[in-house]
């Protein structure tokens, strides 16, 4: 029973997390673009999309990232986004769809 309630627990924080992290609009947008373009894309590719600079993208994808919703691979200089589609399955349900 005691391992039920701290997986509750940790799940619970979990989703205090995310939804701190998509109280944005900023970064509401970037899962947008991310979702609808089904693809990787560079922080200058998203920045160009939404008319925001790389760094702003580059500061937001951090955020989203520490609590799950993104990855980041970097080659060389550039870095690679993309949405991360078992933490929204798991925590959010039918969320993308929404999008």
Same mark, same amino acid.
């Given at each position: 029973?005691? $391992?039920?309630?701290?997986?509750? =627990?940790?799940?619970?924080?979990?989703?205090?997390? $995310? *939804? +701190?992290?998509?109280?944005?609009?900023?970064?509401?947008? $970037?899962?947008?673009? @991310?979702? #609808? /373009? #089904?693809?990787?894309?560079?922080?200058?590719?998203?920045? /160009?999309?939404?008319? $925001?600079?790389?760094?702003?993208?580059?500061? =937001? *994808? +951090?955020? @989203?990232?520490?609590?799950?919703?993104?990855?980041?691979?970097?080659? /060389?200089?550039? +870095?690679? @986004?993309?949405? #991360?589609?078992?933490?929204?399955?798991?925590?959010?349900?039918?969320?993308?769809?929404?999008?």
């Amino acid at each position: 029973m005691d $391992i039920e309630i701290s997986q509750q =627990h940790q799940d619970d924080q979990q989703r205090v997390a $995310i *939804f +701190k992290a998509l109280a944005d609009a900023n970064r509401l947008r $970037i899962i947008r673009v @991310l979702y #609808q /373009a #089904q693809r990787e894309m560079t922080c200058s590719e998203v920045g /160009a999309q939404l008319n $925001i600079s790389k760094s702003t993208v580059s500061y =937001h *994808f +951090k955020a @989203l990232r520490l609590v799950g919703l993104t990855n980041t691979r970097q080659v /060389a200089q550039t +870095k690679y @986004l993309s949405l #991360q589609f078992t933490t929204f399955e798991r925590y959010l349900p039918g969320f993308l769809a929404t999008l």
